[in-house]
């Protein structure tokens, strides 16, 4: 049995017609212009009812195991949106409960999806405020690696996040330079995804934090980031935009490199500067 197919059988959330629908259309938007995709054609309803209780066992053993760590080592800024959202520690959560918080905080709303977007229809999607989160969740078996997202990735490690005004600006912006930008500006705009969205490190509180998804799904990765290994250590680099750019990264160990904010206003104000230059090439507007 491949991946996916495992996926789909522990996961009946995603097993119907309209699931099928919104995937195709997903997935047949990376061919379109631009200004043609409609993002609320990839959408479906999250059946919530149709969640088993071994998929709500799933949710509470992540949740237990990674809670406590998570204080610890969190962001203050994802913390203080993390607490918004009140999660519940036994169940899934309900992303409409989600978009109640969202919508009042930023405007961004949690959309659900059946499964990976295709890089174009993911990007369209973040230039409107609404955040591709997948529903599934993983197989009780496959805790602690999982190769593509799922609900407690997306909603857990990231929508806490998208509560923050500055961060919310930054996650929109990065959507509307990369949905319009060249292909030369592919690699660098992933590269910057990976190093700051999925794995950035931010200094607050005169210590080191996380505030990456990747690193609040990963309670091996979290430590690794902050404190190494005994002698063996990360790389650690003040951040940089042009030099994430330019580094390149591999997804099947941890990471040999992070890079550190002061803030999230210098990770929102080197993206603007960044998103301008793509989009005036693009003959678009920020």
Not at 144 to 169: K, M, R, S
Not at 231 to 256: A, G, M, N, V, W
Request: glycine share 6%; hydrophobic share 40%; charged share 25%.
């Amino acid at each position: 049995m491949g991946h996916a197919e495992k996926m789909r059988q522990h996961n009946p959330v995603i097993v119907s017609e309209e699931a099928d629908l919104a995937q195709a259309a997903a997935d047949a938007a990376g061919e379109l212009p631009a200004d043609q995709i409609d993002p609320e054609t990839f959408f479906m309803v999250q059946h919530w009812e149709l969640y088993s209780e071994e998929n709500h066992d799933t949710w509470r053993r992540l949740y237990a195991r990674r809670i406590d760590s998570l204080r610890e080592q969190a962001s203050n800024v994802f913390l203080a949106g993390f607490d918004a959202m009140n999660f519940e520690p036994d169940q899934i959560p309900k992303v409409t409960q989600v978009n109640d918080v969202l919508r009042s905080k930023t405007g961004w709303q949690s959309r659900p999806v059946p499964g990976y977007l295709p890089a174009k229809s993911f990007f369209a999607c973040l230039a409107q405020r609404k955040f591709p989160t997948t529903i599934t969740i993983r197989p009780p078996d496959e805790l602690d690696y999982l190769p593509e997202p799922d609900i407690f990735h997306d909603v857990f490690g990231h929508v806490p996040l998208h509560a923050d005004p500055v961060f919310a600006d930054f996650l929109q912006t990065y959507g509307k330079a990369a949905l319009h930008a060249g292909p030369e500006h592919v690699e660098p705009l992933s590269r910057l995804f990976w190093f700051t969205v999925e794995f950035g490190l931010i200094h607050e509180d005169n210590r080191l934090k996380i505030y990456g998804s990747g690193l609040m799904s990963s309670i091996g990765e979290s430590v690794w980031s902050l404190k190494g290994d005994g002698d063996k250590q990360p790389e650690r680099r003040p951040f940089d935009l042009k030099r994430i750019c330019d580094t390149s990264f591999e997804i099947d160990h941890y990471q040999p490199i992070y890079y550190v904010l002061d803030s999230f206003e210098q990770l929102r104000d080197a993206m603007e500067s960044y998103a301008n230059r793509v989009l005036e090439a693009a003959g678009q507007t920020a």
